[in-house]
Every structure is written in structure tokens, then in C-alpha cells.
């Protein structure tokens, strides 16, 4: 991720005014670029030095190749976002849920790219899960009344004894609505949060806000998430830190010290015909390389017993047969619907929340938007397609509430790096990824594949992927004038009580109490007898009626 981030911005600032790339204005009193810079070589990313332009149309077999390079290059973050969510949802124990849950984000990723690359901005451009939501999403999780119960074991759960079938179905059965029930109330939250992102597109108001969000703003916003993380990646890697140490050693060594080698790739062209291309693997797929690097150490301890068989000992679960069972659990075809865990609940507070993570995802994509244009050799998106943009953007989100991914979606830098250096820009090939992101989705054995990966191994990428995220928000400071006291006032501010303040909450719960919504909650339930009675009693009791009828609220 490091060496594609470095590669979007050598080569977007030679396309591009580096504060038009950010959508700030000229006039901002926290760039430090002058006038004098926005003159750049133009000829640097003409149509000529690409190999496939937005509109070209590569063959067939090309594109389904240049797809699926896409999609391992997205794999890395759309799979942390359900391992992620996995234990604050308290799904431990429920792997096929979990397999479920992440073959969903797949194919609501696909959904949502199609949606993007054809109605939208029309930018070749990936769209996945988004860490712009974990924020709110962890805040609310952590309450009192989401609180994980202690007695859903994830040894009954996953027990083979027939003595105990009907205790561990009982068990199952629990533990499943109970995860279900929370991943409800954060479905609710990004539908609601999404509609107003949708009217943010629809209404052409983005040009307005963008006069007051700038790289001041969103350098704080990105770097808490980033930061707001490390507890998950520490308690993932804490289980075996010689193997997340050999998975961030991968990764470093593989994005850094191997960048520069390539390895040869038979390709073909519309000048070169068939031929060979020395392509640099380990600088576009060093994640996933170091991931497969670490498995298969695992695997290699697991089978020599080197690694321990005593459930509860530590590195333990570095073992690769410690969820294996889910593989023959899960089903082979299965495909994502709507409410398939449920209707969505609402609170006001979940999306008052969630409203911030939406604006955070705009500010980034945005910023995405242009970069994507300058790499694929087009023009600057005009605001009528950034409108667009938003506004697809804003139904992906409320799509993926609606099927349940627990998160929303947004654009990928990553895949828009690697149009850099691929030099195929060609939306025809993005569009034949999300066709695979859905395909993948709705094979129940590769999202059950991916909950098999040592927790170890998921802990190391977390590390990474987590300070690269810290990194890009901090970035944003090139564009910041260090020299202003009243920047530099801001940046502590926000990063210092935007980790105090969480911090003394989660010390010290319920000294803080509203009650409003609370009260609201309680008025609009409508639980007492005599309510009851004015409510239709079919409206209530007809499963049918469910889906036009609040029943979670009023029956």
C-alpha cells in the first residue's frame, strides 16, 4: 500500500494542481502551494501514455486478467473490514457467520462499483468497504447495552459431540441472533446516514461544503481512524507476535525493499500483440504475497506440531486447523438478499454518528476522484459528475445497509495506484471486477476460506494496513502551511482530544446521560395495553405486513 501511495502522488502531482487534486480552493489559508505551481507538464498523462484509455475496450480474456488484478489489489481492505467488525458484532464462535458476512461486503462492493463505474462518476474506479465507519460504528458497539454476554462460548458452539447436539443448536441459535441484532442497528444507522449523503449528491451542495473542509480537516478525521484501531490489530498479533512479525516483515520487505523487482508475465497488447512483460508483483500485491507467505508457515508449523493443540495456550491460534471446520459448514452457492438478518433497527444516536463517518468518506473519495481522472489520462470530473459520484455513492451505502455488510462503501486508492502503474485505465476492466467481487460473494466456500486465516497472520496485515491509514491522513499536511500557529493549534486539538475524550469515556460509562432519546424511544415503542388496543391487531401478527409496517417499533 505504501509503494502504491507513493505512486499516486508522483504521478497525480505531475498531472494535476496538487490543491485541485485535494478540491480545496484557491483562496484556503491552509495550503502552503502558490499560483506558480499549478503549472505542470499536461503531455505527462495524455491519452498516448496509456495502454487502454477509460473509453477503450480491452479483449475479453485481457480484461478478465486486469480485473482480477483489481480485485487482489482491493482484497487486502474489503476482507479487514468483516474480520474487523467480527468481534465487536460478537460473532466469535459463529465462523460460517463471519464467512457469511464477508462473502456480503464482497459482493456488495461488486454492487456498488457497477453502480460507480456505470451510473456515477464513470471513473474507472473500484468501490469497497469503508474504515470511515469504525469510528461510530466502535462507539456505538461499546455500550452498555451491546455488551458481548459471557456465556456465548465459542467451545459449544463449535463442539462435535452428539451427546451435546441439542445444547450446541441451542447455543448456535443464541449466539446468532445475538450478533444479528447488533449488526441490525448498524444497518439502520448507514441507511439512514446514506440517504443524506444521497441528498448531499442529488442537491449539488458538495461544491459548498468544500469551501470549509480542507487537508486541515481531514487530516485529523483520517488519522483518528487509523489510530482509533490499534487496540484490534494489537489483540490479533498478541496471539502470536513471531508470526505478526513475520507478516509485517513480509510486508515491508515485499513494498519496500522489493519494489524495484519484476518478475515476467505473459501479456497481451493492441501494439505488442502477445509478449512478455516484466511486471513488479511484489510492488502491487505485497499483502497478499506476505499473507500467503505467513499461511503457509502456519501450515508448516501446524502439521510438524511445533505450534500448540492446547485451546487457550498461547499461539494456539496460529494454528491453520483452528476454524478449518468452517470450510465444511458452509454452503457452496449462496447468494446476498436483502434484511437476511433482519429488518434494520434505528436509533437517532447510531445515526448522528454515522453521519460523520458518511462526511469523512466524501471528503476522501472525492479527493480519489480526481486522482483517478489524471491517472487514466481524462479530464478533471466536472461537478455534475462528482455530484453523480456522491450520489452512487450514497445508494451503495444504503445498499450495502440493506443487505447488511455492517459498513458502507467507498473508493479505493489502492486500485486507483494501480492504474498508475499499470497504465489501463479502461473502465471496461473495472466493470468486469465488480462482476467478480459479486461472483466471489456468492461462493460461500471463499468467504469461508478467508475465516480460516491464523488470527496471527490477520493481526500483522491489521498493523500495516492500520499506519499506512494513520499515514495517508497525515500526508495531508503537505498542504498545510506548519508555520501558522493557528494550524498547528488546530492539529493538536483535534488528535489530542480526539483520543482523550473516547479514552475517558470508555473509563467512565453512563456519567454522561442525554435521556432524550432514551424518552423518545420509550414514547414511540407503544407498549402499554391500552396502545396496544388502538394498533390493528393483523398489522402486528401478519408477517406479511412487516416490511410496510414499523414492527420493530411499534408491535
Not at 471513473?123 to 458481548?148: N, Y
Amino acid at each position: 500500500m505504501a509503494a502504491i501511495k507513493d505512486n499516486i502522488e508522483e504521478q497525480a502531482l505531475k498531472c494535476s494542481n496538487p490543491s485541485e487534486l485535494h478540491t480545496l480552493p484557491e483562496s484556503s489559508t491552509t495550503v502552503l502551494l502558490g499560483k506558480s505551481q499549478s503549472k505542470v507538464d499536461e503531455t505527462a498523462c495524455s491519452d498516448s501514455d496509456m495502454l487502454y484509455g477509460i473509453t477503450d475496450n480491452p479483449p475479453w480474456s485481457l480484461s478478465l486478467l486486469l480485473g482480477f488484478q483489481h480485485y487482489l489489489t482491493a482484497f487486502g481492505s474489503t476482507l479487514s473490514v468483516p474480520l474487523i467488525l467480527a468481534g465487536p458484532l460478537c460473532m466469535t464462535g459463529d465462523n460460517v457467520g463471519v464467512g457469511e458476512l464477508i462473502a456480503t461486503t464482497f459482493f456488495m462492493s461488486g454492487i456498488s462499483t457497477l453502480l460507480q463505474t456505470g451510473l456515477g462518476v464513470r471513473l474507472p474506479i473500484i468501490q469497497g468497504a469503508t474504515f470511515s465507519f469504525f469510528a461510530p460504528t466502535m462507539a456505538l458497539l461499546s455500550l452498555p447495552e451491546w455488551a458481548c454476554p459471557q456465556d456465548a462460548s465459542s467451545e459449544m458452539f463449535n463442539s462435535n459431540n452428539t451427546e451435546d447436539a441439542f445444547v450446541n443448536e441451542t447455543t448456535a441459535f443464541d449466539l446468532r441472533m445475538t450478533w444479528q441484532q447488533r449488526i441490525r442497528e448498524i444497518q439502520g444507522a448507514v441507511c439512514i446516514a446514506s440517504l443524506f449523503q444521497v441528498i448531499i449528491g442529488l442537491s449539488g451542495a458538495i461544491s459548498f461544503v468544500l469551501r470549509y473542509i480542507g487537508p486541515l480537516t481531514i487530516t485529523p478525521t483520517v488519522t483518528l481512524i487509523g489510530l482509533s484501531l490499534f487496540e484490534v490489530a494489537a489483540e490479533k498479533a498478541a496471539t502470536q507476535w513471531w508470526i505478526a512479525f513475520t507478516t509485517l516483515f513480509l510486508i515491508a520487505l515485499f513494498c519496500q525493499g522489493m519494489k524495484s523487482v519484476t518478475l515476467p508475465v505473459p501479456t497481451c497488447s493492441r501494439m505488442k500483440k502477445c509478449s512478455v512483460m516484466h511486471t513488479p508483483v511484489f510492488k502491487l500485491f505485497p499483502i497478499l504475497l506476505a499473507m500467503m507467505f505467513s499461511w503457509l508457515i502456519c501450515h508448516i508449523l501446524t502439521v510438524t506440531n511445533v505450534l500448540p493443540s492446547t485451546k487457550g495456550s498461547w499461539g494456539y491460534q496460529a494454528r491453520t486447523d483452528v476454524r478449518v471446520s468452517v470450510l465444511h459448514d458452509s454452503q457452496w452457492i449462496r447468494v446476498p438478499y436483502p434484511a437476511q438478518w433482519g429488518l434494520p433497527t434505528v436509533s437517532p444516536g447510531a445515526v448522528f454518528g454515522m453521519l460523520a463517518g458518511v462526511l469523512a468518506s466524501i471528503m476522501e473519495s472525492i479527493g480519489d476522484y480526481y486522482a483517478c481522472a489524471r491517472l487514466s489520462g481524462a479530464p478533471p470530473p466536472p461537478p455534475s459528475a462528482v455530484n453523480r459520484g456522491i450520489t452512487m455513492e450514497g445508494v451503495g451505502c444504503l445498499l450495502a445497509g440493506i443487505f447488511g455488510t455492517g459498513n458502507g462503501t467507498t473508493s479505493y486508492s489502492e486500485n486507483v495506484g494501480a492504474i498508475g502503474i499499470t497504465k489501463v485505465g479502461s473502465r471496461r476492466v473495472v466493470m468486469v471486477t465488480g462482476c467478480l467481487l459479486i461472483v466471489m460473494g456468492c461462493v460461500g466456500k471463499v468467504g469461508a476460506l478467508f475465516v480460516t486465516i491464523p488470527d496471527p497472520v490477520v493481526g500483522g496485515m491489521f498493523i500495516a494496513m492500520f499506519g499506512m491509514i494513520t499515514a495517508v491522513g497525515l500526508s495531508n499536511l503537505q498542504f498545510v502551511n506548519l508555520r501558522s500557529s493557528r494550524n498547528l493549534f488546530v492539529i493538536a486539538f483535534s488528535l489530542f482530544f480526539g483520543i482523550s475524550f473516547p479514552h475517558w469515556m470508555s473509563k467512565n460509562r453512563g456519567v454522561i446521560k442525554v435521556g432524550v432519546f432514551k424518552d423518545l424511544k420509550h414514547v414511540l415503542n407503544l407498549r402499554t395495553q391500552d396502545q396496544h388496543a388502538i394498533l390493528p391487531k393483523t398489522l402486528c401478527t401478519d408477517p406479511d405486513l412487516w416490511l410496510v409496517w414499523p414492527h420493530y417499533v411499534f408491535c
